[in-house]
C-alpha cells in the first residue's frame, strides 16, 4: 500500500546538493559580500586552517571551526601605505578572543593577557600610548580586583581597583614629592588616607618594555603564509587542470 512505502534515507535532490559541498583543501573562494577566503573546508563549511581576506581592509589567518575563528590565529588590519597593522594574536573561541593573546586597541594602547567571549577578562598588562602602564586582574575591559598602575610622571598606585578606578584599600606612590599616600578610595576618589615619607622599600614599579618588540612583523609574517597559501592552491589548481 502506498502509505505503507519505505522512504529512501537521503532524496535524490539532497545528494546531488551534496556533491557540489567544498570539502578538502581548496583555492580562493570569493563571496557576495567582497571577502575571500583560502584553506579548509569541511561539509561546505570553513573547517581547519585558513586565511580571511576581509573587503574592509583585515586579514585574518589561522584556525576555523564550524565556520568560526576558533583556536589560534592573527589578525591585522591594512594600512593607507599598503603596510599591515597588528590587531590581535592569538586564542580564539567561537569567532571571539578567549584565551591568551596580545593585541592593539582602537587608540593605539598595546595589551597582552587573558581574553574571555572577545573581553579583557583574566590577568593582563597594558601599555597606553602616553606611557601609562597597568598590571593586574581585568573584567570586561576595565581594571577590576588587585593591579598596579604606573602614570606617565612615574606615579604609581598599587592596591583594589572596581569597574576601571581605584576603588578599595591601595598605596599610592607620589615620585614627584617622594610620599606614600596609604589608605581607602571610593570611585577613584581618596576618602581616608594617611601619608609619610617613601622609603627604598617603597619604589614604584618600574615600567617593563613589551616583549614583542615589532608586533607589526608578526602581521607582515602572517600576510605572507596567507599569500603563499594563495598562490600553492591556485598551482595545485592550474596543475590538475593540465
Known amino acids: 500500500m502506498p502509505f505503507l512505502k519505505r522512504f529512501k534515507a537521503c532524496p535524490d535532490w539532497k545528494r546531488k546538493e551534496q556533491i ?128 598596579i598602575l604606573v602614570q606617565p610622571n612615574g606615579n604609581c598606585f598599587e592596591g583594589e581597583f572596581h569597574g576601571g578606578l581605584k576603588h578599595g584599600r591601595g598605596c599610592l606612590f607620589h615620585a614627584d614629592v617622594g610620599l606614600v599616600q596609604e589608605g581607602v578610595w571610593d570611585e577613584d576618589v581618596c576618602v581616608s588616607s594617611t601619608l609619610r615619607p617613601s622609603s627604598d622599600s617603597d619604589s614604584a614599579t618600574k615600567i617593563p618594555p613589551n616583549e614583542l618588540v615589532n608586533p607589526d612583523a608578526v602581521a607582515e609574517e602572517s600576510q605572507q603564509e596567507a599569500l603563499q597559501r594563495v598562490r600553492s592552491k591556485s598551482a595545485q589548481n592550474n596543475g590538475s587542470e593540465s
Open 20 to 147: 557540489t559541498y567544498k570539502s578538502g583543501s581548496r583555492h580562493t573562494v570569493y563571496f557576495l559580500n567582497g571577502d575571500r577566503h583560502v584553506g579548509d573546508w569541511l561539509n561546505n563549511r570553513r573547517e581547519g586552517k585558513g586565511a580571511e581576506f576581509t573587503r574592509n581592509g583585515y586579514l585574518y589567518e589561522g584556525d576555523f571551526s564550524d565556520e568560526l575563528r576558533h583556536g589560534h590565529g592573527v589578525l591585522s588590519r591594512r594600512q593607507e601605505d599598503g603596510s599591515l597593522l597588528l590587531v590581535y594574536s592569538g586564542e580564539w573561541r567561537h569567532g571571539k578572543r578567549h584565551g591568551w593573546g596580545m593585541g592593539r586597541g582602537p587608540d593605539g594602547a598595546w595589551y597582552e593577557g587573558c581574553w574571555k567571549a572577545g573581553r579583557r577578562t583574566g590577568e593582563g598588562r597594558m601599555w597606553f600610548p602616553d606611557g601609562a602602564f597597568y598590571h593586574g586582574e581585568w573584567l570586561h575591559d576595565k581594571f577590576h580586583g588587585h593591579g
